[in-house]
């Protein structure tokens, strides 16, 4: 029997490539969201100028975190399906203690990097103990209130895991797969009535404030997370039959119309919507882009075009090893590297169409750098105690 050869100490410990095609969709998400602070930062927040039109269409794309939330629930819900027969407390620990090596140690250290290095208002010192635990996303987000506001993704995943086995416990005693797949489809369409609720009880909003109240909750937006395990369900016992469908190129046809549907409705919806008809964004905001991506992510699973060749490059599973770190690092790069380099570069009267691709490209290197450090000498050692106590 040969012995299981141990990754060097600078080598990266990479993901699970069960699914590669995911890889690359990972990594289109972290550029989506990259891309998206730096365009609010630059010209939001900052002043640094870009062309208003393409500032409007470059915050259309908001729906990269959707992707993610799509992924993490479709990886989490075959995670607990595939051993949905174990015993539940045994397997609920285990699930917790894995969860809880893989993000809390790298989250942590960043955040109190940011705490010691940077000044924090009354406020944020105020509002600390909820980012120390995960509850960011339930907090006031702008910059002199949170210090790590973007960690509300972060807190939301995590409030949604904490439940999640518990989910799984009730489809366990549910006897048929059919049943597993009403009942989360019932709790996917809950995601909606919620938000709807929610607006029609606050009515009239302003945007910003109909934004907060319903974009970060985690009660808002779980429908995301629903979705991916409502894949889950369906690839677990439907994922064969479904491949040897999209063999037929009419099929894949009529998989992806609905999905490219829906990318051009968002596109026009988000970037054109009078104030007036802000309902159209409670469908926005998990509804359509969960229709999207249950249609595309299964073509990532189940076809090999070269679209989904290239999405399973290796080195899209090395970038997206390395994603939960970019993530955490890159605003505070954005702000202290990528701000002062796109004031100067506007003081020089430099292009932005030049300025714009260069700071996101920089964001993503540097970010990806840091991010490395962090795996080596965060995440890889939290693995390696991970494995100790939650091994199989």
């Known amino acids: 029997m040969m012995a299981t050869k141990v990754p060097g100490f600078f080598a990266l410990d990479l993901l699970d490539n ?7 969709m990972r990594v289109i998400a972290i550029l989506s969201v990259i891309a998206y602070h730096v365009t609010w930062i630059f010209m939001a927040e900052q002043g640094i100028a870009l062309d208003p039109a393409f500032f409007t269409q470059a915050l259309a794309i908001f729906f990269g975190m959707d992707l993610f939330f799509i992924l993490s629930g479709f990886l989490i819900g075959s995670i607990l399906l595939r051993s949905i027969a174990t015993t539940g407390a045994q397997h609920i620990k285990r699930f917790y203690l894995r969860r809880i090596f893989r993000t809390f140690p790298s989250y942590y250290l960043v955040l109190t990097v940011l705490v010691l290095a940077f000044g924090l208002t009354a406020n944020q010192r105020h509002h600390l103990v909820w980012e120390y635990v995960y509850g960011t996303n339930f907090m006031p987000l702008d910059r002199g209130q949170t210090v790590m506001f973007w960690g509300w993704s972060l807190a939301l995943e995590e409030q949604f895991y904490l439940t999640v086995p518990i989910l799984f416990l009730v489809l366990r005693r549910l006897r048929t797969v059919q049943a597993r797949l009403g009942l989360v489809s019932v709790l996917w369409l809950a995601g909606l009535v919620v938000r709807l609720v929610i607006f029609y009880r606050g009515a009239p909003w302003n945007d910003m404030e109909l934004y907060g109240k319903v974009y970060f909750r985690t009660h808002t937006r779980f429908d995301l997370l629903v979705a991916g395990i409502m894949l889950a369900i369906v690839h677990q016992r439907w994922g064969k039959d479904i491949a040897e469908w999209l063999k037929a190129p009419f099929h894949r046809v009529l998989l992806a119309l609905p999905a490219l549907a829906c990318f051009w409705f968002l596109l026009r919806s988000t970037a054109d919507l009078p104030e007036h008809a802000q309902i159209i964004r409670m469908f926005l905001w998990g509804t359509v882009t969960s229709i999207m991506y249950f249609g595309l992510v299964p073509l ?3 076809t090999d075009g070269w679209v989904v060749r290239a999405l399973s490059m290796p080195v899209f599973r090395r970038l997206a090893t390395l994603g939960y770190g970019v993530y955490l690092v890159h ?7 990528m701000v002062p380099a796109g004031r100067a570069a506007q003081a020089r009267h430099w292009s932005m169409l030049l300025v714009w691709p260069a700071a996101l490209t920089t ?11 962090l795996h080596v000498l965060v995440e890889k050692p939290s693995l390696r105690i991970r494995d100790r106590f939650a091994a199989p």
């Open 18 to 24: 069960r699914f590669p095609a995911l890889h690359g």
């Open 300 to 302: 990532a699973l189940y």
């Open 331 to 337: 605003i505070p790069i954005i702000d202290h590297i």
């Open 363 to 373: 964001t993503f290197l540097l970010s990806l750098a840091v991010a490395y450090v």
